[in-house]
């Protein structure tokens, strides 16, 4: 995933705020690891991190511009997650390559801008298109139908805490700070 600095630096979400420090991992490389945990189920297991390496954006110490994650599951595949704040382009690309083809997702986080899913066998290409809605949007019916009607969420907080693991673990192994740990008051407690 990559795409350009945000050109407004005070709006950037990169910027420090409070002592913690957002950056390209917090912004899109989240989502990136996320892609790769979602193939657990046919990799055996959740990844674990082999390795990760990143760079700080210039003048800003703490706040990664890039990061690269190599991971592998316990079924011996192995995952790359790849996230980049200052591109010279606009990519939010996921591919997957098996022992009988490969699947490029053409924009997994933004279907509105590029909808398309590309099947690559020896046997040719095939394109299917999965429509044009907002991630968003699928998100807000999902809790929609969780508030109104009491259906399960598609993911829970447990996901959130181990996908936050794999991404505090990144930052440790690229040699970044992990980001602090929030502390949530209860419920009208000083207010």
């Known amino acids: 995933m990559e795409g350009p600095r945000p050109s407004h630096p005070s709006r950037a979400r990169g910027e420090p705020r409070d002592g913690a420090a957002g950056g390209a991992t917090m912004d899109l490389g989240c989502y990136s690891l996320h892609a790769q945990r979602v193939?657990?189920?046919?990799g055996g297991g959740e990844p674990e991190l082999v390795s990760a390496?990143?760079?700080e954006r210039p003048g800003?110490?703490?706040?990664?511009e890039w990061l690269d994650a190599r991971l592998r599951f316990?079924?011996?595949a192995t995952?790359?997650?790849r996230c980049h704040m200052a591109s010279d382009r606009r990519q939010m690309t996921y591919r997957v390559v098996g022992s009988r083809g490969e699947a490029?997702?053409?924009n997994f986080v933004e279907p509105h801008r590029d909808d398309r899913v590309v099947i690559r066998t020896p046997a040719g290409e095939h394109v299917e298109r999965h429509g044009t809605r907002s991630s968003y949007t699928y998100q807000l019916e999902a809790f929609g139908r969780a508030v109104r009607e009491g259906a399960p969420l598609p993911v829970g907080v447990d996901d959130?805490?181990?996908?936050?693991?794999?991404i505090d673990a990144c930052y440790a192994a690229a040699g970044l700070r992990p980001r602090p740990r929030a502390t949530?008051?209860?419920?009208?407690?000083?207010?």
């Open 39 to 42: 193939l657990a189920r046919w």
């Open 79 to 81: 995952g790359v997650a």
């Open 104 to 106: 490029l997702v053409a």
């Open 74 to 76: 316990p079924s011996g």
């Open 184 to 191: 949530i008051a209860p419920h009208g407690a000083g207010a």
């Open 60 to 64: 800003e110490p703490g706040v990664d």
């Open 53 to 55: 390496r990143a760079g």
């Open 160 to 166: 959130a805490v181990a996908n936050m693991r794999l």
